[in-house]
Structures are given as C-alpha cells and as structure tokens.
C-alpha cells in the first residue's frame, strides 16, 4: 500500500527480511518509534538517516556533484541509486542496482538521454559506453570497467575538479589502472611532459581514445580515424603528411600505408631530436625498414613531411613543386584554349548542318 504521495504504509516482509537490513528491527532505523510510549505511533515519522550507521557513503555523496551543491536535479538520495529503502541487496547481488553489471543502467536513468535530470541538457553517456569495447568485455569479464571503476561510487566529482579521476591530469592513472603498459609508455611521451607542464593542448588517453565509446584500435576505421585526430592538433604535419605518398594513399582508405603511429609510435611519442624517438636519424632506417624491409641509407631521402612551400629546407623540392605547378597551368591553359576553339568550330559546323550547301 502506497499513500497519495508515494510513501509506503505497507513493509513487504518477506523482501525486508531478504534485504541486506533483514536481520535490523524496525526501530534500528526509525529511531523516533524507540522513544514512542504507545502505540499506534504518530502518523508522521521522522526521516530515517542512513548516515548514521554508512558515515563515509553519506560523506562523499555529500561533498559530490550529487550533492547538495552539485546537481541541478537537486541532491541525490540514497534511495536513487540503492532502490527501496526497504529492498536494498548487497552490491555482490546481481540484481542489486548498484551491482557491476547493472550500474551503468543505474547511472543511465539520468546519464542515458540527452536529457539529465533537472531538465538540463547533459551527455548521453550511457548511450555511447554501452557501445563500447569496454561494455562488451563486462559480458565477459568483471575486469572490464563501468562507470564508478572511473567515477567511483559515492564521491562523485566533476571532471573539473582535480581530485577527480576523471580529471585530465588525472585520467592516466584512472586508465592504468588496467592499461599498465599504455601507461608506461605514454607516461614518459613528449604528450605526458606537455600535461604535466600545464599545456593547454596536451593529450592525455580520452583525447585519442574518447571517454565513453572506447573502440578496439586494430579497425581500419578508428585507424584512419587517429590520422585525423593526430592532425587537429598538429595540423601543419597532417597537411605535409597528406601531400606525400603514404598520406595519399592513406586517404584513399588503404591502411597498410604508413600512418603517423607507424614512424612516431602510439603512446611513447618523442621529439624527432630525443634520440629515443623511432624517428630520431639513428633509428629511422629501421622504422622503414618495418615496411620497406629493403631499404638502404638512400631510402631516407624520402621526406615523409616534405613542405613543398619550404624554400629554405628545400629547395630542390620547391623549385620543383613550382614547375610542376607552372607545366600543369600551362597545359590546362593551353588544351582549355584548344578546347574551347574546338567547341566554338564544332557549334559553326552544327549550326551549318541545315545549309543545303553542306
Ligand atoms: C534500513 C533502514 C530501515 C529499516 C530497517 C526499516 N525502514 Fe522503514 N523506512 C526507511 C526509509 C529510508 C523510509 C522512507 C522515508 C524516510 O526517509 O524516512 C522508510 C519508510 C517507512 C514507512 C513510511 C513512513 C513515512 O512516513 O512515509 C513505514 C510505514 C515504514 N518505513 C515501516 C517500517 C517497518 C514496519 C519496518 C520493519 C519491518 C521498517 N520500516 C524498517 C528505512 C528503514
Ligand atoms: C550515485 C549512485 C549512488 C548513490 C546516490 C548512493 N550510492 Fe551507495 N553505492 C553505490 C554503488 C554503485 C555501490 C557499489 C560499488 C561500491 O562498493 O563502491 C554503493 C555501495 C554502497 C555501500 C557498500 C559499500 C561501502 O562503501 O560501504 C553502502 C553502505 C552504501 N553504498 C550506502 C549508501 C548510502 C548510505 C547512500 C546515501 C547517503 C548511498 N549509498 C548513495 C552507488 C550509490
Ligand atoms: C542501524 C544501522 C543502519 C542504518 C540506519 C542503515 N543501515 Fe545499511 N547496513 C547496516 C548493516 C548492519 C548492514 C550489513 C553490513 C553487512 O552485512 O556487511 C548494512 C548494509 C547496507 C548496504 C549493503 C552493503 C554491501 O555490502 O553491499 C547498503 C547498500 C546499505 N546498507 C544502504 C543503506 C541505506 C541506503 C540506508 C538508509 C535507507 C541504510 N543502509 C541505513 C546498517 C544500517
Ligand atoms: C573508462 C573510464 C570511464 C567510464 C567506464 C565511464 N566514464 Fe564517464 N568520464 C570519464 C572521463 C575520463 C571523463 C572526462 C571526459 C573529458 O574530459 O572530456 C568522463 C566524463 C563523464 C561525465 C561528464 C560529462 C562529459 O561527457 O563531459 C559524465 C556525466 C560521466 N562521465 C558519466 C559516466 C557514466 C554515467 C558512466 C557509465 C555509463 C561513465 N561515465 C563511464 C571516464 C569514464
Ligand atoms: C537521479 C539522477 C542521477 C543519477 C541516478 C546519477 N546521476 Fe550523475 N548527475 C546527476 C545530475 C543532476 C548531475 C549534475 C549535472 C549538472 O549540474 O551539470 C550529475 C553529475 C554527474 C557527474 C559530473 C559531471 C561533470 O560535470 O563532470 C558525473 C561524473 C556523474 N554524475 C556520474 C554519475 C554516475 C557514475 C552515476 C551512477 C553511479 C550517476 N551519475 C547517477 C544526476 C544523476
Ligand atoms: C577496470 C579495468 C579497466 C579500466 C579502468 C579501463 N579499461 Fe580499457 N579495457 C579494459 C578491458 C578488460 C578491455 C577489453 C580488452 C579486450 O577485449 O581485449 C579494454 C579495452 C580497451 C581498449 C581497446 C583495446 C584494443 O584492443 O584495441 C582501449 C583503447 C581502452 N580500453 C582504453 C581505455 C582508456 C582510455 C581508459 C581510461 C579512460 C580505460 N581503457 C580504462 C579494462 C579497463
Ligand atoms: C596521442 C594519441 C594517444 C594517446 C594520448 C593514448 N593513446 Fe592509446 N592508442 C593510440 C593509438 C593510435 C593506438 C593504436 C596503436 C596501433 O595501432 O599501433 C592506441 C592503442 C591503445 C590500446 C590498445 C593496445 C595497444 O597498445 O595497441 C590501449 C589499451 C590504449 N591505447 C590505451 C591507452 C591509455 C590507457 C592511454 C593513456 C595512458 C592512451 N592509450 C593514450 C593513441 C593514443
Ligand atoms: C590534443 C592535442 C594533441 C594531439 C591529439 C596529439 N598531439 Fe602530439 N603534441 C601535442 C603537444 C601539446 C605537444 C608538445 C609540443 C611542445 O611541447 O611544444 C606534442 C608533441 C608531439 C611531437 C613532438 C614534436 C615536438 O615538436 O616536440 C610529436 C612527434 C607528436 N606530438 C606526434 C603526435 C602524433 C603522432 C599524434 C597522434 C597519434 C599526436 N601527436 C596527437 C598535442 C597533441
Ligand atoms: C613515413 C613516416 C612518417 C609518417 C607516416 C609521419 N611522420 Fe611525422 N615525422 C617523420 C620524420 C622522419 C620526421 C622528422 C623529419 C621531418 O621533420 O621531416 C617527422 C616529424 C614530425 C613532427 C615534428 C617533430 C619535431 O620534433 O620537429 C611532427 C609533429 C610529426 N612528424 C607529426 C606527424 C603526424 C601528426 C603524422 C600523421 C598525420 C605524421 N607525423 C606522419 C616521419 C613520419
Ligand atoms: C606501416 C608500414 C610503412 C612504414 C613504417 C613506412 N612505409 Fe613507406 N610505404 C608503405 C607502403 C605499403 C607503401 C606502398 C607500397 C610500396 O610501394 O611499397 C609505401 C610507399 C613508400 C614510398 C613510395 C613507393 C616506393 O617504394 O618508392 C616511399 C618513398 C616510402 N614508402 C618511404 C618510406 C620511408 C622513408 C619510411 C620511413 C621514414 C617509410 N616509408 C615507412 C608502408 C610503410
């Protein structure tokens, strides 16, 4: 039995007494009945603090974008994520909402749509991870993470905030967690060096790889992908990187080709002077050679970055761009013109056709 408002009269037993707090009596929690002389008590009952026997759950909720100085929906309750107060399972339960498994459709009732609750627009966060690689290993494996393996449970921050797992800075170690080699790896990159000093621009692991819809990285798709997201940051080396003979074939959807993760690696990036860069002089013969198992020293004559707008550093292949450009103007100009004579003959023809003369 529920009232007018939503609050229930009826306690089913037999769910109380198979929730976590079945071995409880009634007056563990409704605290105010203890003091009640007789019976039956007053309607109203004062609300029943959950804090005061889970202090550090209550805390954290309290001092989390859930709280009360956090949401726009106002602060959470217990109730929102446990269900029922008098229904709450242990998390080790499966069909507790709060279980691995069911969590992100926990979260999802308000991180789901395109609407958060309170009305205002927010993410629909749950939509991507649930097409992740990451939402398809938890049918497998408990390994895999879901929401609060990055956001944790009850402290819940903004990504802003940087105490937040989430927060750039942060994020490494969040994903290191399970990705201890990425990690390594990365942690020692030109990128993590730029993150630590503050670079505004630096990449950290959701830069490449998003936050939510996290993809496997051996598909074609996500492979061109990187290409482009290398390039909205270092925009200069994708454009030279297009004109040359891996980036052309590369955008035509041809994989096999060079990209920029096959010369400068994924996650331990240097610049091309840090002699532990796969493109350093010393160690670029044998980054080629990974494709070009033939190559020679003369092989490096090839500029994988060749700016044909490089008058300083290049001559030869400047003097030779603007030839080429001036030869491919000069044959346009000259068939335009024959063309366009040969079209103006061909409508004097035509036009003649009628003539009894013709
Ligand atoms: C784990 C703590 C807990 C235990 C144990 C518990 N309750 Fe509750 N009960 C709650 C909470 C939380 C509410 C929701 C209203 C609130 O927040 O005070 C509630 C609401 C109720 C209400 C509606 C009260 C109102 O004003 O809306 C009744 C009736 C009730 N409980 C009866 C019982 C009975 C009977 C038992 C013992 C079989 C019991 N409860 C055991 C936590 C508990
Ligand atoms: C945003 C969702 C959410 C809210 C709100 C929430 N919890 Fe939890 N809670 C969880 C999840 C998920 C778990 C299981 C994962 C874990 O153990 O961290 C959990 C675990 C727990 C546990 C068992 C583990 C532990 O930390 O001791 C207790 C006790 C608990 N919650 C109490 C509360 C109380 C009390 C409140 C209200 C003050 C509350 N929770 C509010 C999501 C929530
Ligand atoms: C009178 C003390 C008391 C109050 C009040 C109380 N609990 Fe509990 N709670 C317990 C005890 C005892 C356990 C069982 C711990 C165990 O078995 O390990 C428990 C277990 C839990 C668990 C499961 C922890 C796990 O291992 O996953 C959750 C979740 C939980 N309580 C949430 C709540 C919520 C939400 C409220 C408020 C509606 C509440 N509790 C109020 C005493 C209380
Ligand atoms: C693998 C770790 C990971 C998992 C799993 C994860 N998140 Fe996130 N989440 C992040 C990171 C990192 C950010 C910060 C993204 C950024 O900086 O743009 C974030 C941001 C958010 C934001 C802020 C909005 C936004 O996009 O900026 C919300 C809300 C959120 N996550 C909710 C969830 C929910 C709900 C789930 C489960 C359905 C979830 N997250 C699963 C790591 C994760
Ligand atoms: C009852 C609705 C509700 C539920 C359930 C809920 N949230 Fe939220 N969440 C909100 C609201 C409202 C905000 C604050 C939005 C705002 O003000 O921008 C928020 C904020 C957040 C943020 C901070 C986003 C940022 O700006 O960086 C994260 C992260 C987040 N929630 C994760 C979770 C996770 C993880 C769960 C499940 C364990 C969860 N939420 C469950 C409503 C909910
Ligand atoms: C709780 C452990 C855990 C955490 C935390 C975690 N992951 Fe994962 N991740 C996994 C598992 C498990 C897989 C699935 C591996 C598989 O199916 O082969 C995976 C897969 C991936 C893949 C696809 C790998 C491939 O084979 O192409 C990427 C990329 C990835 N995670 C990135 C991240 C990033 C970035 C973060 C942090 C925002 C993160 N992960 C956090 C466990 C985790
Ligand atoms: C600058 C972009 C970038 C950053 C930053 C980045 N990754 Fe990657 N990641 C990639 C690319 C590109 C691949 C594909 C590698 C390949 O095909 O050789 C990849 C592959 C992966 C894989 C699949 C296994 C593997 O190593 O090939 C995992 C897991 C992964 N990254 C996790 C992470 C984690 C965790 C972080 C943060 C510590 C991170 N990545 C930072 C671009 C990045
Ligand atoms: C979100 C922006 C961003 C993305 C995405 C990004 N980088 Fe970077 N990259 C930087 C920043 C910032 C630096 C450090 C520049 C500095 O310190 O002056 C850097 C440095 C480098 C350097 C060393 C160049 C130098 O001048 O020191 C190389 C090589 C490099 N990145 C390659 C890559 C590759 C390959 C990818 C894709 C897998 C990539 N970057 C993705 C921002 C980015
Ligand atoms: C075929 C191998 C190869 C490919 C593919 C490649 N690069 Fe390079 N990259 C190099 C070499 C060799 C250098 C150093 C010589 C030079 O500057 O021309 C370099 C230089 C750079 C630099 C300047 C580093 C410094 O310290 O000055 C950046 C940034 C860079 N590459 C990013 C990229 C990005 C982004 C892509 C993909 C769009 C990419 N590279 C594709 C081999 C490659
Ligand atoms: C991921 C594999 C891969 C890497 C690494 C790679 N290439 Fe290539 N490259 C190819 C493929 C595939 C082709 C097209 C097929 C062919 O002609 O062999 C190609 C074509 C070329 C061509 C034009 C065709 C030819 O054989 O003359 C040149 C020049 C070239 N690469 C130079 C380089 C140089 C220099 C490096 C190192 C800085 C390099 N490549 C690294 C895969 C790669």
């Not at 769910?15 to 109203?44: N, Q």
């Not at 994903?175 to 060096?193: E, I, M």
């Not at 955008?251 to 920029?260: D, M, N, R």
């Not at 400068?264 to 013969?285: M, Q, Y």
Request: charged share 15%.
């Amino acid at each position: 039995m529920v009232r007018a408002d939503g609050r229930p009269v009826v306690v089913h037993a037999e769910s109380f007494a198979a929730s976590i707090h079945g071995s409880l009596g009634c007056i563990d929690c409704h605290v105010d009945l203890a003091r009640v002389a007789d019976f039956p008590h007053p309607e109203r009952l004062a609300p029943v603090t959950c804090a005061t026997c889970h202090d550090e759950p209550a805390a954290g909720l309290g001092r989390s974008a859930h709280g009360p100085t956090g949401g726009a929906g106002g602060p959470l309750q217990c109730a929102s994520c446990h269900g029922p107060p008098h229904q709450i399972a242990p998390s080790s339960a499966f069909e507790s909402p709060t279980s691995k498994l069911q969590v992100a459709r926990t979260c999802g009732q308000c991180h789901g749509g395109v609407v958060a609750a309170g009305g205002r627009p927010g993410p629909a966060v749950a939509g991507l991870f649930a097409d992740s690689i990451h939402a398809i290993a938890l049918t497998r494996t408990t390994v895999a993470p879901t929401c609060t393996d990055c956001h944790r449970s009850h402290d819940i921050l903004r990504k802003t905030d940087p105490a937040s797992p989430a927060h750039a800075r942060n994020i490494p170690a969040t994903c290191g967690t399970c990705h201890a080699d990425q990690r390594r790896l990365y942690g020692g990159s030109v990128h993590a060096a730029a993150l630590g000093a503050g670079h505004p621009l630096a990449p950290q692991c959701v830069s490449c790889h998003t936050a939510h819809r996290m993809a496997p990285t051996a598909g074609s798709q996500w492979q061109l992908a990187a290409v482009e997201q290398c390039g909205t940051c270092h925009r200069e080396a994708l454009a030279t990187y297009r004109d040359s003979f891996h980036g052309q074939v590369t955008a035509l959807g041809f994989t096999p080709v060079a990209k920029c993760v096959d010369c400068h690696a994924s996650h331990e990036i240097f610049p091309v002077a840090d002699a532990r860069s796969t493109v350093a002089p010393a160690n670029r013969l044998a980054t080629c050679q990974t494709c070009h198992p033939s190559a020679t020293q003369n092989f490096l004559a090839f500029q994988p970055h060749a700016n044909k707008n490089d008058r300083e550093r290049l001559p030869a292949l400047y003097y030779a761009a603007r030839f080429m450009n001036t030869l491919l103007a000069g044959v346009f100009a000259f068939f335009g013109a024959h063309t366009l004579l040969w079209f103006v003959r061909e409508r004097a023809e035509s036009t003649g056709e009628g003539d009894p003369r013709g």
